[in-house]
Nanobody, 122 residues
Framework: VQLQASGGGLVQPGGSLRLSCAPS????????MGWFRQAPGKEREFVAA????????YYADFVKGRFTISRDNAKNTLYLRMNALKAEDTAVYYC????????????????WGQGTLVTVSS
């Protein structure tokens, strides 16, 4: 299964974007789906995740109150709503899946697809 992220772009500081992640195949309802990001010259870092069947979101401390992870069951799509964006949010954003809810290490996640670039700049 591939997870294709989309929705990135150029946005001004303080602006908003909504990223989407659509799986190419079936995702077990017991899976957890997450968002990561990787800025130039930095390691990939955890952003947010939730149970694929819905609910139980958890976030990195640096995005709490600004980002919201959600899922549209009808569209079989995972979202990341990003508000109050800052220059330091500039990165390539990826979605991935993991078996265990609560995981935050990228090495535990799989089914990485191509990311989507978010650039926050005036």
């Amino acid at each position: 299964v591939q997870l294709q992220a989309s929705g990135g772009g150029l946005v001004q500081p303080g602006g908003s974007l909504r990223l989407s992640c659509a799986p190419s195949g079936h995702i077990l309802s017991s899976s957890t789906m997450g968002w990561f990001r990787q800025a130039p010259g930095k390691e990939r870092e955890f952003v947010a995740a939730m149970r694929w069947r819905g609910g139980s979101p958890y976030y990195a401390d640096f995005v709490k109150g600004r980002f919201t992870i959600s899922r549209d069951n009808a569209k079989n799509t995972l979202y990341l709503r990003m508000n109050a964006l800052k220059a330091e949010d500039t990165a390539v954003y990826y979605c991935a899946r993991v078996r265990e809810w609560g995981a935050r290490e990228s090495a535990d996640f799989n089914s990485w697809g191509q990311g989507t670039l978010v650039t926050v700049s005036s």
